[in-house]
């Protein structure tokens, strides 16, 4: 990878020092598409209940949790990872059910 593991540097690649807010209360309201903001709220909503976001949501919601809400960027990474790991997993358990139900 061209820029290493300074890709998760809390400066970034390019070295700038950012002051993330560290505001729990506001990353919560931002995971459980309760913002205030509809457009954040539906696409946030959408992800919890059905493990999928188009990619111009995931682009509005992460660009809105890191230049409206000012909270760092590596929170909405690992948010979104593990809703897709758990969207993975559930499609690989009705896969299972599947095929058990076709034997």
């Given at each position: 990878m061209k820029f290493g593991d300074r890709v998760f540097y809390p400066s970034g690649i390019m070295g700038k020092k950012i002051r993330w807010k560290k505001d729990h209360l506001m990353f919560q309201k931002w995971k459980e598409g309760r913002t205030g903001v509809p457009f954040v709220d539906a696409n946030m909503r959408e992800l919890q209940e059905t493990g999928w976001m188009s990619n111009?949501?995931?682009?509005?919601?992460?660009?809105?949790?890191i230049?409206?809400?000012?909270?760092?960027?590596?929170?909405?990474?690992?948010?979104?990872?593990?809703?897709?790991?758990?969207?993975?997993?559930?499609e690989c358990v009705e896969l299972l059910e599947m095929e058990i139900v076709m034997m």
């Open positions: 111009r949501g995931r682009q509005n919601v992460a660009s809105f949790l230049k409206d809400m000012g909270l760092d960027w590596r929170l909405g990474a690992e948010w979104f990872e593990s809703q897709l790991y758990l969207a993975l997993k559930r």
